[in-house]
């Protein structure tokens, strides 16, 4: 899943990154100052998700927020916060946010809630993503033959992770993820994980997400 930290230094979007290095099939892509319009170059990023560091609670980042949003009707929009009032964050929910993640959860919080937000696996309450979601297409009725253990693991296989990535992301063991799996490829009639990711992207079980590549070191988008 492609990834682009909109934050107001390269230091802060660096934070945002660590917050989020627990997920691996997040790849980050690009990094964009919060102080200037770069909604235009971060969508020729074609990123599937957007952080937003929205400690300071700056007017700016309410801007950055709405280009984006207007550039990329679809892409998952997610801001990190630490004491923004309800006022603010509502704003910022029309302006087009999915959702705000508190920084309060700790590290190894952030990635996991960000992750889930941008699978579509948690609801919110604010009215830009209630509309949104609203035209979307019906969840796959083939979600109904897995249990919820065995779709999440099938949505990261199906994104690119390994069986060790998988038990790393989840805290369980290798082979407790092969038993899922083995479970899985039944219920779906295929043979392979190769099956059972193209079944998964043709059936609607979720979206086209790349592998996170090795770490490299975070570029600004140019502006």
């Given at each position: 899943m492609r990834v682009v930290i909109v934050a107001d230094s390269l230091l802060a979007a660096e934070s945002v990154r660590r917050c989020l290095r627990s997920v691996p099939t997040f790849r980050i892509v690009g990094f964009v100052c919060t102080s200037r319009a770069g909604a235009a170059t971060v969508s020729e990023t074609a990123p599937d998700l957007v952080v937003v560091d929205g400690m300071d609670a700056a007017p700016q980042t309410l801007d950055r927020v709405e280009e984006i949003r207007v550039?990329?009707?679809?892409?998952k929009l997610v801001m990190l916060t630490r004491d923004a009032d309800e006022a603010w964050l509502a704003s910022a929910a029309e302006?087009?946010?999915d959702a705000a993640v508190?920084?309060?959860?700790?590290?190894?919080?952030?990635?996991h809630l960000v992750r889930q937000v941008a699978l579509g696996a948690i609801f919110n309450s604010f009215p830009g993503a209630a509309a949104r979601a609203n035209a979307v297409a019906e969840p796959s009725p083939h979600t109904e033959l897995l249990t919820a253990r065995e779709l999440e693991i099938l949505r990261l296989v199906a994104s690119g992770a390994s069986n060790c990535q998988v038990a790393t992301e989840l805290w369980?063991?290798?082979q407790t993820v092969k038993f899922h799996l083995s479970n899985t490829y039944r219920k779906l009639g295929v043979a392979n994980r190769t099956e059972a990711s193209h079944f998964a992207h043709t059936h609607g079980l979720l979206p086209a997400t790349p592998r996170m590549s090795?770490?490299?070191p975070l570029n600004a988008v140019a502006a």
């Amino acid at each position: 899943m492609r990834v682009v930290i909109v934050a107001d230094s390269l230091l802060a979007a660096e934070s945002v990154r660590r917050c989020l290095r627990s997920v691996p099939t997040f790849r980050i892509v690009g990094f964009v100052c919060t102080s200037r319009a770069g909604a235009a170059t971060v969508s020729e990023t074609a990123p599937d998700l957007v952080v937003v560091d929205g400690m300071d609670a700056a007017p700016q980042t309410l801007d950055r927020v709405e280009e984006i949003r207007v550039a990329m009707p679809d892409v998952k929009l997610v801001m990190l916060t630490r004491d923004a009032d309800e006022a603010w964050l509502a704003s910022a929910a029309e302006r087009g946010l999915d959702a705000a993640v508190s920084v309060s959860v700790g590290v190894s919080g952030i990635g996991h809630l960000v992750r889930q937000v941008a699978l579509g696996a948690i609801f919110n309450s604010f009215p830009g993503a209630a509309a949104r979601a609203n035209a979307v297409a019906e969840p796959s009725p083939h979600t109904e033959l897995l249990t919820a253990r065995e779709l999440e693991i099938l949505r990261l296989v199906a994104s690119g992770a390994s069986n060790c990535q998988v038990a790393t992301e989840l805290w369980v063991t290798e082979q407790t993820v092969k038993f899922h799996l083995s479970n899985t490829y039944r219920k779906l009639g295929v043979a392979n994980r190769t099956e059972a990711s193209h079944f998964a992207h043709t059936h609607g079980l979720l979206p086209a997400t790349p592998r996170m590549s090795p770490a490299a070191p975070l570029n600004a988008v140019a502006a």
